[in-house]
């Protein structure tokens, strides 16, 4: 399969990235300091493969509309505690963290297996249908649907889909 269009889609990933850190009220930084994502070299953007075709994955961090702010003091630490994780893609200490945050709170556990397992299922077959098909795709979703035993990458990986993050 040719890489040509790689870089494209990779720009536009950036770009994606960025315009959502637009939205979030981040401490200015020095020009000099490096970004997270620099220094982990990772994102949250995975690359699946099939034989014929190629998805993006992205996973963002949806914001809630602005008369809803200020949220109180303990969801917007959780927020930013989740918000540094994704600056540095650690997909590892994200679930880390969600799972602890769901053991400590077993009452959220039917929830997120209803607003994120459940529907990982159904996403995931869709994204088989675009990597049966000879084109390439960018999906983007909540990054909570990518991470875990039940995420999106586990589910694709063990449907024999090449996935790597990039």
Known sequence: MSTRRAPTIRRVAYS????????VSLPQRSPAVESPQAESGKHFLWQVDSPTARVYLLGSIHLLRQDVYPLAPVIEEAFE?????WQRGDAKAMEQQLRKDIEEEPR??????????????DMAERIGTFLASHQR?????GVAHLIGARGLISLL???????QQL
Not at 81 to 85: I, K, N, V, Y
Not at 108 to 121: C, M, S, Y
Request: charged residues 25%; aromatic residues 16%; without cysteine.
């Open 16 to 23: 994606l990235l960025a315009a959502g850190l637009v939205w």
């Open 81 to 85: 505690q989740l918000l540094q994780l």
């Open 108 to 121: 959220f556990e039917p929830i997120w297996k209803r607003l994120v397992d459940d529907r990982n299922l």
């Open 137 to 141: 795709y960018f999906v983007v979703v």
């Open 157 to 163: 990986r063990r449907r024999g889909y090449a996935v």
